[in-house]
């Protein structure tokens, strides 16, 4: 498991994390912005699109294998009509790193055109990853750089400067990423952050978190409950929670129902894409 966020982010730190990815953006051309494909509005911080004005910028929907793909159409659309590049991805896979290249040739082609017409050739595109903690960034950069690619910058003798990813000719990507912290201060972003398990259990109510899920999951999501645990989809949420716990057989020492294990199986459930492909947010919720 990669470490996950607690929520600790306070002013100092989102001061730092902006001051930090203010400078490292001056050095790029291309912002390359992972969100949640399950979340893709409460995964993502808008502050970015302030902090990269006049970048190119391209936006990949990752996790796309846990998401619903009728909305992942709709964001794809939603997105692209923002003026974003658009790809959607399952980063752990190799696989789709190909035309994620040809999109950011796409994305920087008025750079490119710039530099020929000022003589300046084979000058590569320089990137940087950014998106909030756990989004997947690491795994990103570990699929697109591959075995390939080698590092530059930091020689000996040579200034103290950033780690530049050399990808081939024509791509480096910034090593470290840049961290955006998610808004917080919205409640309904910190419930779906944790249903989707970006923020650690420990440090909220999983109880709610859960009830919240079967809340969503019979309106948006009828029957899936049913399919998964075989309980009827009527009644409160909590009853529907210790259903689960009955057919699972998940039961205290005096074999009453085990409220809060049901509710650790249900959101592990979902993080694993058990319940299936779902999405959490549509673009008619903004
Ligand atoms: P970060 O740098 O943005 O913080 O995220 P990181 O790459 O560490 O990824 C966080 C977790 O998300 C990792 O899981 C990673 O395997 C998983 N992940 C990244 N991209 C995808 C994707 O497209 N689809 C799916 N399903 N998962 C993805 P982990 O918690 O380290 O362990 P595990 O859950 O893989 O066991």
């Known amino acids: 498991m990669s470490e996950q966020v607690t929520i600790n982010w306070y002013p100092g730190h989102m ?12 050095l790029i051309d291309l912002v390359i912005e992972l969100i949640d ?40 659309a939603y997105f692209e009509e923002k003026g974003f590049f658009v790809v959607t991805l ?28 000022r003589g300046i050739k084979n000058r590569p595109v320089r990137a940087m990853v950014v998106g909030i903690p756990n989004v997947g960034k690491s795994t990103f950069i570990n699929s697109f750089a591959g075995k390939a690619a080698t590092k530059t910058g930091n020689k000996p003798g040579v200034t103290k400067g950033k780690q530049w990813i050399r990808l081939n000719k024509q791509v480096e990507l910034l090593d470290t990423p840049g961290i955006l912290w998610p808004k917080f201060e919205d409640q309904q972003v910190g419930m779906k952050l944790a249903m989707i398990g970006s923020i650690r259990n420990e440090v909220l109510n999983v109880d709610e978190v859960a009830l919240s899920l079967v809340s969503f999951l019979r309106t948006q999501y009828a029957g899936t409950l049913t399919q998964r645990y075989q309980v009827e989809e009527t009644g409160e949420n ?7 716990a009955k057919n699972r057989n998940i039961l205290k020492k005096g074999g009453e129902p085990d409220y809060d294990k049901a509710a650790i199986l249900i959101l592990d459930e979902f993080r ?15």
Request: proline content about 3%; aromatic content about 2%; charged content about 40%.
């Open 15 to 26: 001061t730092k994390a902006r001051r930090m990815m203010q400078e490292d953006i001056k």
């Open 37 to 76: 494909a399950r979340v893709p509005l409460s995964s993502r911080n808008p502050d970015i699109d302030d902090l990269a004005k006049n970048k190119s910028r391209l936006i990949l929907l990752n996790k796309s294998d846990l998401a619903d793909k009728r909305k992942l159409k709709l964001w794809t």
């Open 238 to 244: 909590y009853e529907i929670l210790m259903a689960i």
């Open 272 to 286: 694993d894409g058990k319940l299936g492909e779902i999405t959490l947010e549509e673009p008619e919720d903004k």
């Open 90 to 117: 399952d980063a752990r896979s190799r696989g789709g790193m190909k035309s994620i290249q040809n999109v950011i040739m796409e994305a920087c082609k008025e750079k490119i055109e710039r530099d020929r017409k």
